[in-house]
């Protein structure tokens, strides 16, 4: 998500401290840090702004429960029923 990019709006929405975990700033790929996003690249970290997005657009439904049934959608696409027995379980933690 560039800062040209139409979610612009909605990742400057973004509470300070959820930027920060989702969207830490990236390095380019020749000044690469372990545990730094690499700028360009779909990193992992940034699943929690994407989600933070498609919550505004859909903005009816609170973020947490949004992300909820994100959980439990990949959950039943990825027949990851023990993962979920074993989260809600505490097991783990």
């Known amino acids: 998500m560039t800062s040209t990019h139409a979610s612009r709006k909605h990742v400057d929405s973004l509470p300070a401290d959820l930027r920060e975990l989702f969207l830490p700033p990236a390095?380019?790929?020749?000044?690469?840090?372990?545990?730094?996003?690499?700028?360009?690249?779909?990193?992992?970290s940034a699943i929690g702004g994407v989600a933070w997005v498609a919550h505004k657009v859909k903005e009816e439904?609170?973020?947490?429960?949004?992300?909820?049934?994100?959980?439990?959608?990949?959950?039943?696409?990825?027949?990851?029923?023990?993962?979920?027995?074993?989260?809600?379980a505490g097991v783990g933690s």
């Open 27 to 44: 390095t380019r790929a020749e000044a690469f840090v372990p545990g730094r996003p690499v700028k360009g690249r779909n990193e992992p």
């Open 61 to 88: 439904v609170p973020f947490e429960e949004f992300v909820e049934q994100g959980w439990r959608n990949t959950v039943e696409l990825f027949g990851l029923g023990e993962l979920a027995s074993d989260v809600i």
